[in-house]
């Protein structure tokens, strides 16, 4: 076994390799960009080597840094993750020429897995099943819209190199291809440094279940059962479960052998995954190969008892499988769900900011959190934006959805936007809760995913207004006590006034909407009046930020944090969000940018769609942007017309900046 690895990734899976191998004994060497300087998994490791910039092009995807830094720690292998240079087959053979292991399966198998259109190929040669679709070199735009044609729409315009949902089109009608087309090549070449694309039959209401594999150099191949991974949004997955619901034992058979099948063909070691769309009759066909430890794989450990991590680490140390294919046994149900940095109510835009308040539910035997980041941390826009994977396990799924409804009620995250929210609606959707799941759930659900914007509820605001009370109380002590004279009256926040009680108004923003909550003072209570309705209130502060609220006679247990003029209410399983007004400092809404025309974050122009000059309607899409990996359309606010761009097509641009001058037909 190694004594010493590098781990040539960071965030949650850095850190998730990283507690494997202490466990093991093995030393570890982390290595890091300059964003990365005080990241999470640089301060878990044993040792930690810079790389370079912040961007990734320029640290963590080149290659002979990275070997260098594995040459001078010493380190005998190197864990490539996922992403990054994992399935990078170059850099698996300069491992191997450097003498070091690489944690993973051998360069051919990569190679022959990397490319979609020759994965088929090998697939159709090995017997496993396929989508109908076009697979061919030739990429010209016409003939790829004959083929599209040919097989019949709706079609799947995928990049042949992909991954992630990255560089994928769904095209519903021919007039639609081309113009889908040239944006999946522009994003494929973005990504992954080649536009050659695959065109497929796409299946209505599919399934995607992956199974996952497991292969050593003594020639011993098994599968570790499946996980359905069918809620997406924009192809990416969002909720991972373990076993399948509904697989059968017979079909679970049969796309277990036809994924050992699909390993064997391309001679493979290591840890991997075959993904399958299936239909909802249960036929199932091959879509592509993953050569590389999956981000959804807690939930195979958490059924089968296994640390797949430890497997990989055995299978590069030249160690046979710990378990044969009769000794796996699958116990329980197992969820996943992504915490992301991300509003879902506007399209999942990527968010970013500093991590003020990060309080994950409590971990167990029955609840896991894998992060890459801690309290005070910060989301940049260099990186993906994942906060955390929340895992939970049960003996059945409806009690493993009670576990996970129940631990996004407790996540509590302060300081930017996360999809925490969305998630607890989604595991709540009488579709998915029954288990009626397909990769257009999201969509199909968007009504119940996706409810109309509604006002922050009265209880949230009275424990904001007695937040705020309380905080100048516990401000007013803290003065009183560096002053000289900390018993004087005049530090007192009582309300004590001569012959009557203080009355003043606490204001909020909820949205657009302004809330003014009137306080009265009445010895150590309040009588706070909002919307004409009047409630008794106390409260005190508990630890950390957590405070106790009584309104009349109920007392809530809720948390708060305060940044800036922001404030984050934690109240029965939901975030709410509120601005403090201060009406010495309102800005007439009618002064700032609208219509979505400035970087929602930093970014590159990637294409400007267009011309100056050009009268448009709603809606019309104006620009693409291109920010935190994925291409996001900025489109016209209202009718009017294009004056100018702020920025040409390759231009960086940063956050807020304004993109187009443009101006509203009156």
Known sequence: MFNKILIANRGEIACRVIKTARRMGIRTVAVYSEADANARHVRLADEAVLLGPAAARESYLVADKI??????????????????????????????????????????????????????????????????????????????????????????????????????????????????????????????????????????????????????????????????????????????????????????????????????????????????????????????????????????????????????????????????????QIRGHALEARIYAEDADKGFLPATGRLIRLAPPAESLNVRVDTGVEEGDEITPYYDPMIAKLIVWDDSRDAALARMRKALADYRVAGLTTNIGFLSRLVACPAFAGADLDTGLIESQKDFLFPASQAVPRDTLLVATVGELLWEEHDAKQAARRSGDPWSPWHARDGWRMNLSAARTISFRDGETLVDAHVRYRGEQWLITLNGQTTQARGRKLEGDRFAVELDDRRLIAGLVAVDDKRSVFLQGSTYTLLRDDPLHRVDAGDSHGGGLTAPMPGKVVALLVPAGRKVDKGTPLLILEAMKMEHTITAPAAGIVKTFCYAAGEQVADGAALVEFENNC
């Open 67 to 328: 070997l260098d830094a594995a040459r001078r720690t010493g380190a005998q292998a190197v864990h490539p993750g996922y992403g990054f240079l994992s399935e990078n087959a170059d850099f698996a053979e300069a491992c191997a020429a450097a003498g070091i292991s690489f944690i993973g399966p051998p360069a051919a198998a990569i190679r022959a897995m990397g490319s979609k259109s020759e994965a088929k190929k090998l697939m159709g040669q090995a017997a496993v099943p396929l989508t109908p679709g076009y697979h061919g070199d030739d990429q010209s735009p016409a003939l790829l819209h004959r083929e599209a044609d040919a097989i019949g729409y709706p079609v799947l315009i995928k990049a042949a190199a992909g991954g992630g949902g990255k560089g994928m089109r769904l095209v519903a009608a021919s007039g639609d291809f081309l113009d889908a087309l040239a944006s999946c090549k522009r994003e494929a070449a973005s990504s992954f440094g080649n536009e050659h694309v695959l065109v497929e039959k796409y299946i209505t209401r599919p399934r995607h279940i992956e199974i996952q594999v497991f292969a050593d150099s003594q020639g011993n191949c098994v599968y570790l059962f499946e996980r359905d991974c069918s809620v997406q949004r924009r192809h990416q997955k969002v909720l991972e479960e373990a076993p399948a619901p509904g697989m059968t034992a017979e079909r679970r058979r049969a796309m277990g052998q036809a994924a050992v099948a699909a390993a064997r063909a391309v001679g493979y070691v290591g840890a991997g995954t075959v993904e399958f769309i299936a239909n909802q009759d249960g036929s199932f066909y091959f879509m592509e190969m993953n050569t590389r430890l999956q981000v959804e794989h807690p939930v195979t450990e958490m059924i089968t008892g296994q640390d797949l991590v430890e497997w990989q680490l055995r299978v590069a140390a030249g160690q046979p499988l710990p378990l044969a294919q009769e000794q796996l």
